[in-house]
């Protein structure tokens, strides 16, 4: 059974600083990883999403990296601003059609 | 705006009785889902409808059942409402090609659905 897990579960950080998520899973048989965001009260907006052929993505300030055999994925953020602050959920495609969530990491930039 | 949607955005009602949740995507994706998402925030499936055809059904309580009239519409439907029931669903799509689905998946805003 596919496990996701997301470390940290909380995270404060100041403005401008560069910053790491880290999400693992346990079956290494994925066809690929998304990284969402979510605001309070809102639905999830899709961030990335890296093939498991793929070693990494980049969107603008984000990029994520894949390593399918460890069973990790990062999401490094770059410069963070206040805008940033959310939930930051990865997500990894399994068989039969099937996202298994990770736990979540809630981020909060501080001005 | 090409989007997964979903109505009503909020839904409060009385233990016991039944409600529908309705979700429509225009981004002509094939694949459709219900996520439940709990008061933990922790995102689970429920279904999955792949043209109209059920593909996935999670553990979950038959009184809920979903619908799909089109491969553009994903309906659930909840009898006998219970207060476990609470929680926050998704509708989201994607789009399978060759029996694998290797793109992404788009969420819809959420129901919050609060029985009382």
């Known amino acids: 059974k596919q496990e996701v897990t997301q470390i940290p579960a909380a995270l404060s950080v100041p403005e401008g600083e560069n910053l790491v998520l880290n999400c693992s899973f346990t079956?290494?048989?994925?066809?690929?990883l998304q990284w969402f965001r979510q605001d309070p009260g809102k639905g999830l907006t899709s961030l990335l999403l890296?093939?498991?052929?793929?070693r990494e993505q980049t969107s603008g300030r984000l990029n994520a990296s894949l390593d399918k055999s460890s069973g990790r994925s990062t999401l490094y953020i770059a410069a963070s601003q206040p805008g940033d602050s959310a939930t930051y959920l990865c997500?990894?495609?399994?068989?039969?059609?099937?996202?298994?969530f990770g736990t979540g990491t809630r981020l909060l930039v501080s001005p | 705006d090409t989007a997964v949607s979903q109505t009503p955005k909020y839904l409060v009602t009385q233990m016991g009785n039944d409600k529908s949740i309705k979700c429509e995507q225009n981004?002509?994706?094939?694949?459709m889902y219900w996520y439940k998402q709990d008061s933990k925030k922790f995102l689970k499936i429920m279904f999955s409808?792949?043209?109209?055809?059920?593909?996935i059904n999670e553990t979950v309580p038959n009184r809920f059942s979903p619908k799909s009239p089109d491969k553009a519409h994903l309906n659930l439907h909840i009898n006998s409402l219970e207060l476990g029931d609470s929680a926050v669903y998704f509708c989201?799509?994607?789009?399978?090609?060759?029996?694998?689905?290797?793109?992404?998946?788009?969420f819809g805003s959420g129901t919050r659905l609060t029985v009382v």
């Open positions: 989201a799509s994607s789009r399978r090609t060759g029996g694998i689905t290797n793109y992404g998946y788009t």
């Open positions: 079956d290494s048989a994925i066809y690929n």
């Open positions: 890296i093939q498991s052929s793929q």
């Open positions: 997500a990894v495609k399994t068989g039969f059609q099937k996202l298994v």
């Open positions: 981004l002509g994706h094939d694949t």
């Open positions: 409808y792949n043209n109209k055809e059920l593909i």
